[in-house]
DNA sequence: GGTTCGATATACTCATACAAATTAAATTTC
DNA sequence: GAAATTTAATTTGTATGAGTATATCGAACC
């Protein structure tokens, strides 16, 4: 037991594009585990070295794949107790590259209606802020976000990107790093929508003119307007949403 | 070179209170050196080598305080080209750890005045949301949250905690996962707030009164006036953290 | 019954060796 | 001379084994 690690050639984990480090494949492998309830809050995991062994990997690399998932709140690990996993009140699900593992896979259904509850709470507010201190250059970004967007149409990827640029501009421009900071989180929840939409087959609605409604808004400094043109492009993004969500999986 | 490391005793870094394994001091310690700004943005590190006997820790210690800052999105790090730090729109500013860091030592006061921004747009429509969904056993959370602060008041530790737990006892009763994963940065900007006007000696305003109006609010599931009653708590704290922001350093 | 104390399991730290990956330079080729 | 290709060098990444520190559990002891 300890001369069947020989090979030395060919230890990269593929994903959907690219390849990853074996830390960062193991982190995103348990996490998605967590995500889904695999491992339950409470749940202890099995020791270092059993786990390194049973994931044919270094314990250096578990470890540090353990490091990344303590730092993102799902984890705890003490001498003597062990690796456990914590209540879900403490994983920080606004991060970045938690969101990208949960809508890797089929992500909840009551996190999605979450995030756009949040989107609901954020987004017009922010649109009032970038109304106010937008610049030049950022209102620029959001002119070709729209451009792109209307050449491409939502059924493209591009389209989506752009869709995706034009509310982080919106973000971004209101000059708030707090703000700023939840620019993944609701990019991962305009992002599920048109997917989420387009694979139900249900595009009763074109987007565009509520992002050009808000664009203008924000274009002529008008703050009101703008906060509730946004308010009325999230209600109607959700009440597609809403529709899609009732329905039983395709 | 080799042989000094021999004592083997004594590898524990103190903190405010309690200690921490050397590869999350570590990581604490270049955290912060990141937020003040003594490593900026696009700075390469010193090899890990090198770093790492500077610091007087393993190579591995060292490495798993990187994966920790990586998973925050501080930083970046690939063969060859070295570790570096990512650009300001990159950090989760709002990773609780990462407050922490930040508010240990003397925090940026534009953040600041941001999360308040942040703080006005969730809690009021946070108080809402939970004027509607809370249970009987949230709102009793509430309960002896402000009995508690009444009973210490704000310039105890004690009375402060009180203060965290009520505005984090709102944001759980919203029943949104989303938004509660913003209470960390909620309560730092709320604990902030006292700390800060409290070191000024200006307790201009007894806070607890506007406390009350929310809870009385959300008790009588009244949500329009749980909104409202929230956003004057806050425009009356942030109209006094404005007043301790404008003055200069003690 | 509560408290102290010791054994034990577990994560933590260290050191060293080697592998992989990416950049940069050198070389070839057109 | 410029572009593509190969080579080399540097840095992070992975593996392994030994030893340390610490929290938990159980037993002995008030």
Do not use: C
């Amino acid at each position: 037991m300890g001369s069947e690690r020989k090979e030395g050639t060919e230890r990269r984990f593929a994903t959907e594009e690219g390849s990853l480090r074996i830390h960062q494949a193991i982190a995103r492998q348990l996490g998605t585990a967590i995500l889904t309830g695999v491992h339950k809050p409470g749940d202890l995991f099995e020791g270092e070295i059993e786990a390194s062994e049973r994931l044919h990997v270094s314990r250096t690399a578990y470890r540090e794949a353990v490091r990344i998932l303590i730092a993102k709140g799902m984890l705890e690990s003490r001498p003597k107790a062990g690796t456990r996993v914590l209540p879900r009140s403490r994983w920080n699900v606004l991060d970045p590259e938690m969101l990208a593992w949960m809508f890797a896979g089929e992500p909840d259904r009551a996190f999605i209606r979450d995030l756009f509850e949040l989107r609901g709470v954020i987004e017009p507010a922010a649109a009032e802020f970038a109304a106010r201190r937008r610049t030049g250059e950022q209102l620029d970004i959001m002119t070709r976000a729209l451009e792109d967007m209307e050449r491409h149409g939502l059924s493209t990827p591009d389209g989506r990107a752009a869709d995706q640029r034009f509310h982080h501009a919106i973000l971004a421009a209101t000059h708030n790093d707090a703000l700023a900071a939840l620019a993944s989180s609701v990019g991962a929840a305009v992002s599920w929508t048109t997917t989420f939409k387009h694979r139900k087959k249900l595009l009763p609605r074109d987007p565009l003119p509520d992002h050009k409604a808000v664009y203008q808004a924000i274009a002529a400094r008008d703050t009101a307007a703008a906060r509730t043109s946004m308010a009325e492009l999230l209600r109607l993004a959700l009440a597609d949403m809403d529709l899609a969500l009732m329905e039983p999986e395709a």
